[in-house]
Every structure is written in structure tokens, then in C-alpha cells.
């Protein structure tokens, strides 16, 4: 019953597979290019290249329905593995017909379903595979995905070697921590990253209201929603890097239409700020505001989330004591260090910042990020604490229009981290008007770049230069 040589045609039509992603995928422009690159080689070549693409992001981006789309560009079976939870070795290779019960490996099941050797395979979860005493599945997936190995795949059931080398592998993945370092050797990175709040709402106008309208057998006269009240439910009612919770409110609002108009007898629903608040409750999200005016010893940073980014000040106090160093805030260690640092700093160079007459030995220093209950950890942090530490020793206030982030070093350098398109993007959303970050980065969206002023530091003495109030 496994297919040993019935193959599927491809469609070669280029065109055909840039529409069809374009059709079902708004934005994530790099990542089509790189399919689009991969089919054309493909196209070119006659036979797979050896790579193996990797899609990795957070939930609800769009990973698990781009790899649907790129079978139906080539006009190929789709099938799909979840590798969550995979914790025995035979899952992947199959049993030994010696035992009881014994069955082929998952991957000889799923081309026994998808009925052709040239499917497009989606390995889902890739990350989240466990390991115990009955072997290491993610060791196992080392011969399914080596492109020198996978021609001869060979599983214990049938005992006779099996070609993948034909199969289109994609595996997603939400952690690149969780892929052990082998694995991750044989799969070629594309990051998805989250979506902006200009691209949600493209999502929500050109996808989610016709699939849900369809879906709640409404037309789309009979529900009228603005632009602005979808931007109010993305900015006051979700807190993501997807578009799923997105969407079940879509669903929500769907459902309170149709009891409406079947309830009230109306013949149409407009939903303007009351009624969203009626039909949704109140908005449990709102985002972190700017400063309302500068202030001594308080910054603004930048900080990444799982739902994207966010902004957040950083707290210094300093008074008469002897000389202890208070961290509050459910830090982590690295953040903790970044703030030793910071002082560190500036104490090694009192002299340079006019700060000589400080006895930092008598005074205590109190740092504190809110919100209290909320864990904090990564490295962009540093360059925010040496100016909150800087800003409260002279007493200097620090602009509410800018934010920063960057991580620091005992010379003063600024170091290039990650999460920048993110950090941008909130950091505009909530009102501010100029970053200092470490490097300059393409993937900042064009509606951001033109209304923030973007400084590039690498030395904090530009960072005080453009952060503290002349």
C-alpha cells in the first residue's frame, strides 16, 4: 500500500505559486521570496533542493497554512506530522515485527495516506519533541532529514530501504532553543516574525470578516465594521504576535449579529464603540503609555514579548545609606547583571560624567522596573539603566519622547541585540518620537521608519547625549 513510484506533476507556473501565497498570506514578504526562491531552483533543477526549510515563530503567525499553500501552489498532496510529545524513538522508525501490535513509523504512515513519493511533509512542532528511556525521536529525525541519508530511509517495519529524498520537508517550530543542535544543523531558519498592527488589520479586511461572515452565514451588509473600531479590538482587546484570539473575536462579534438579527428582528448591525463594548465587555488590554513628562531617574526602555514588543520604564532612587544595591522587579540574572554593570560604569568613570563628589559608597540605589508581578529577563536593557542611574545622580530629567535599547559594556559600548522590528513598533504605538538603538535594521516597517527619529549609538555617551534634557 505504500507508494513506491507514483509521483504527482508539479506546476512549474511561478506566477501561479507567487499568487496563491500572495491570495492567502498578507505581509511576511522575506519568507515568500525564500519559497519563491526554493521553487524556482526547484523549477530549474528537476529535482528537490536539499535543503530543508524551518519555519520558526510564535503562535498564530501563519506557520502550519503556509506550508498548506505551498503544496497548493505546486500542486502537491499535502500531509502533516505532529511531533509534540514525541518521546519514543519507533514513533519515527517503526516497530520490529517481532513485537505485538507493531506498526510502520509515522513517516511511512503518512506517505501511505498522501499516496504519492513527492508530497509536501509537514513536520509540525519540530521543537517540542521530548526524549526518555525508549530512545531519542529527535535523533531518529536526523536520517529523515539529512538530504545524503533520506534516499535510503529505512524503517524497521518494511525492512527495506524507502526514497524521501522526493518529499518537500517543512518543519515549524515556535522556539529555536527546543531543536537540538544536530537537528537544527540539517534545517534552513526562516523567521516569521510577528505582525504589525497596519498588518493585522489588513488581515482582519481582506481574511478573517469574509471567513467568519461565510462562516456565520451573514452577509456583509448585514455586519458594518470601521477600520477604526477593528483597530480598537486589535489595541485594547488582543495582546499577540498572531492573529488567533484576533479572529474569535471576529467570531464573537459574528455571533452577537446573528442573535441580533434573528433576536431583534434588525435588518443590519453597525458596531461603533457602545456596541463593541456591549457585544465584547470591557477591553482588558491597554497599552503601556509614554511618560507623561520628563523626569529624573526614570527612562523608557524597550522590551520583547511573546505578543511582540512593549515599552517599559525603569525606576532609579538613590539616598543616604551604605552602599547597598536593591533590584526589585522579578528580574532575571541578566538583567540583573546589566544593571551591575551600569553602575559599574559610572563609577569607573566619575571623573568623565561630573559625577566625582558622589559618594556612592554612602548612598544606597534602589532599581525597580514595573509591573512588579510580571518576570523580566534579556539582555537589551543595560543601556536604559546606566541612563536611569546617570539621570538620578545629577539630577538631570530624561526626555518622555524617547526610548531605548541596547545592552552595555564595561568600556561603555553598545551592543547590538534582537527583537528590533518588534521594540519599533511599540515604541511608535505608544507614542514616542525618537529610539536610540545599536544597529540600523531593513525589516522596520516603512510607516514607523517615517515618523520615528532613529538614533544609532554605539557608545552610550551618544545615548545620554540624545536622552537627557538639554
Same mark, same amino acid.
Given at each position: 500500500?505504500?507508494p513506491? =513510484?507514483v509521483?504527482?506533476?508539479?506546476n512549474?507556473?511561478?506566477?501561479?505559486?507567487?499568487?496563491?501565497? =500572495?491570495?492567502?498570506?498578507?505581509?511576511?514578504?522575506?519568507?515568500?521570496?525564500r519559497i519563491?526562491?526554493?521553487?524556482?531552483?526547484?523549477?530549474?533543477?528537476?529535482?528537490?533542493?536539499?535543503?530543508i526549510?524551518?519555519?520558526?515563530?510564535?503562535?498564530?503567525?501563519? $506557520?502550519?497554512?503556509?506550508?498548506? !499553500?505551498?503544496?497548493?501552489?505546486?500542486?502537491?498532496?499535502?500531509?502533516?506530522?505532529?511531533?509534540?510529545?514525541?518521546?519514543?524513538?519507533?514513533?519515527?522508525?517503526?516497530?520490529?515485527?517481532?513485537?505485538?501490535?507493531?506498526?510502520?513509523?509515522?513517516?511511512?504512515?503518512?506517505?501511505?495516506?498522501?499516496?504519492?513519493?513527492?508530497?509536501? *511533509? +509537514?513536520?509540525?512542532?519540530?521543537?517540542?519533541?521530548?526524549?526518555?528511556?525508549?530512545?531519542?525521536?529527535?535523533?531518529?529525525?536526523?536520517?529523515?532529514?539529512?538530504?545524503?541519508? =533520506?534516499?535510503?530511509?529505512?524503517? =524497521?517495519?518494511?525492512?527495506e530501504p524507502?526514497?524521501?529524498?522526493?518529499?518537500?520537508?517543512?518543519?515549524?517550530?515556535?522556539?529555536?532553543?527546543?531543536?537540538?543542535?544536530?537537528?537544527?544543523?540539517?534545517?534552513?531558519?526562516?523567521?516569521?516574525?510577528?505582525?504589525?498592527?497596519?498588518?493585522?488589520?489588513?488581515?482582519?479586511?481582506?481574511?478573517?470578516?469574509?471567513?467568519?461572515?461565510?462562516?456565520?452565514?451573514?452577509?456583509?451588509?448585514?455586519?458594518?465594521? !470601521?477600520?477604526?473600531?477593528?483597530?480598537?479590538?486589535i489595541?485594547?482587546?488582543?495582546?499577540?504576535a498572531g492573529?488567533?484570539?484576533?479572529?474569535?473575536?471576529?467570531?464573537?462579534?459574528?455571533?452577537?449579529?446573528?442573535l441580533?438579527?434573528?433576536?431583534?428582528?434588525?435588518?443590519?448591525?453597525?458596531?461603533d464603540?457602545?456596541?463593541?463594548?456591549?457585544?465584547?465587555?470591557?477591553?482588558?488590554?491597554?497599552?503601556?503609555?509614554?511618560?507623561?513628562?520628563?523626569?529624573?531617574?526614570?527612562?523608557?526602555?524597550?522590551?520583547?514579548?511573546?505578543?511582540?514588543?512593549?515599552?517599559?520604564?525603569?525606576?532609579?532612587n538613590?539616598?543616604?545609606?551604605?552602599?547597598? *544595591?536593591?533590584?526589585?522587579?522579578?528580574?532575571?540574572?541578566?538583567?540583573?547583571?546589566s544593571?551591575?554593570?551600569? +553602575?559599574?560604569?559610572?563609577?569607573?568613570?566619575?571623573?568623565?560624567?561630573?559625577?566625582?563628589? $558622589?559618594?556612592?559608597?554612602?548612598q544606597?540605589?534602589?532599581?525597580?522596573?514595573?509591573?512588579?508581578?510580571?518576570?523580566?529577563?534579556?539582555? !537589551?536593557?543595560?543601556?536604559?539603566?546606566?541612563?536611569?542611574i546617570?539621570?538620578?545622580?545629577?539630577?538631570?530629567?530624561?526626555?518622555?519622547?524617547?526610548?531605548?535599547?541596547?545592552?552595555?559594556?564595561?568600556?561603555?559600548?553598545?551592543?547590538?541585540?534582537?527583537?528590533?522590528?518588534?521594540?519599533?513598533?511599540?515604541?511608535?504605538?505608544?507614542?514616542?518620537?525618537?529610539?536610540?538603538?545599536?544597529?540600523?535594521?531593513?525589516?522596520?516597517p516603512?510607516?514607523v521608519?517615517?515618523?520615528?527619529?532613529i538614533?544609532?549609538?554605539?557608545?552610550?555617551?551618544?545615548?545620554?547625549?540624545?536622552a537627557?534634557?538639554?
Amino acid at each position: 500500500a505504500i507508494p513506491w =513510484n507514483v509521483q504527482t506533476e508539479d506546476n512549474k507556473d511561478i506566477l501561479f505559486a507567487e499568487q496563491t501565497l =500572495n491570495d492567502q498570506h498578507f505581509g511576511l514578504e522575506k519568507v515568500k521570496e525564500r519559497i519563491l526562491e526554493y521553487l524556482a531552483v526547484k523549477t530549474m533543477t528537476g529535482k528537490n533542493p536539499s535543503t530543508i526549510l524551518c519555519l520558526v515563530g510564535p503562535p498564530g503567525v501563519g $506557520k502550519t497554512s503556509l506550508a498548506r !499553500s505551498i503544496a497548493d501552489a505546486l500542486g502537491r498532496k499535502f500531509v502533516k506530522v505532529s511531533l509534540g510529545g514525541v518521546k519514543d524513538e519507533s514513533e519515527i522508525r517503526g516497530h520490529r515485527r517481532t513485537y505485538l501490535g507493531a506498526l510502520p513509523g509515522r513517516m511511512i504512515q503518512a506517505m501511505k495516506k498522501a499516496g504519492t513519493t513527492n508530497p509536501v *511533509f +509537514l513536520l509540525d512542532e519540530i521543537d517540542k519533541m521530548a526524549s526518555d528511556h525508549k530512545g531519542d525521536p529527535a535523533s531518529a529525525m536526523l536520517e529523515v532529514l539529512d538530504p545524503e541519508q =533520506n534516499s535510503q530511509f529505512s524503517d =524497521n517495519y518494511i525492512e527495506e530501504p524507502y526514497d524521501l529524498s522526493k518529499v518537500l520537508f517543512i518543519a515549524t517550530a515556535n522556539d529555536l532553543g527546543g531543536i537540538p543542535g544536530p537537528l537544527r544543523d540539517r534545517l534552513e531558519i526562516i523567521e516569521v516574525s510577528s505582525y504589525t498592527e497596519q498588518e493585522k488589520l489588513m488581515i482582519v479586511k481582506e481574511h478573517l470578516i469574509k471567513k467568519q461572515l461565510e462562516a456565520h452565514s451573514l452577509k456583509p451588509e448585514q455586519m458594518i465594521l !470601521s477600520d477604526d473600531i477593528i483597530m480598537e479590538i486589535i489595541q485594547h482587546y488582543t495582546r499577540e504576535a498572531g492573529v488567533r484570539e484576533l479572529e474569535r473575536y471576529i467570531a464573537k462579534l459574528c455571533r452577537k449579529t446573528v442573535l441580533a438579527i434573528l433576536k431583534e428582528k434588525v435588518e443590519s448591525v453597525t458596531i461603533d464603540q457602545d456596541k463593541l463594548v456591549e457585544f465584547l465587555g470591557k477591553a482588558p488590554f491597554d497599552h503601556t503609555k509614554k511618560l507623561p513628562r520628563p523626569q529624573v531617574g526614570v527612562v523608557t526602555g524597550m522590551a520583547y514579548t511573546q505578543f511582540g514588543g512593549d515599552i517599559l520604564p525603569i525606576e532609579v532612587n538613590h539616598f543616604d545609606g551604605t552602599g547597598k *544595591f536593591i533590584i526589585t522587579g522579578q528580574l532575571g540574572d541578566v538583567m540583573k547583571e546589566s544593571a551591575s554593570i551600569a +553602575l559599574d560604569y559610572l563609577k569607573a568613570n566619575k571623573e568623565k560624567y561630573g559625577l566625582d563628589d $558622589k559618594a556612592f559608597e554612602k548612598q544606597d540605589i534602589h532599581i525597580h522596573v514595573p509591573e512588579g508581578a510580571i518576570k523580566k529577563d534579556g539582555p !537589551s536593557a543595560g543601556v536604559t539603566l546606566t541612563t536611569a542611574i546617570y539621570s538620578a545622580f545629577t539630577n538631570k530629567p530624561v526626555r518622555d519622547d524617547v526610548a531605548m535599547t541596547g545592552e552595555i559594556t564595561l568600556r561603555g559600548n553598545v551592543l547590538p541585540i534582537g527583537g528590533l522590528k518588534e521594540k519599533s513598533i511599540s515604541a511608535h504605538r505608544s507614542g514616542i518620537r525618537k529610539i536610540i538603538i545599536p544597529k540600523d535594521i531593513e525589516d522596520i516597517p516603512e510607516s514607523v521608519r517615517n515618523d520615528l527619529e532613529i538614533v544609532l549609538a554605539d557608545h552610550i555617551d551618544t545615548v545620554l547625549e540624545h536622552a537627557i534634557v538639554k
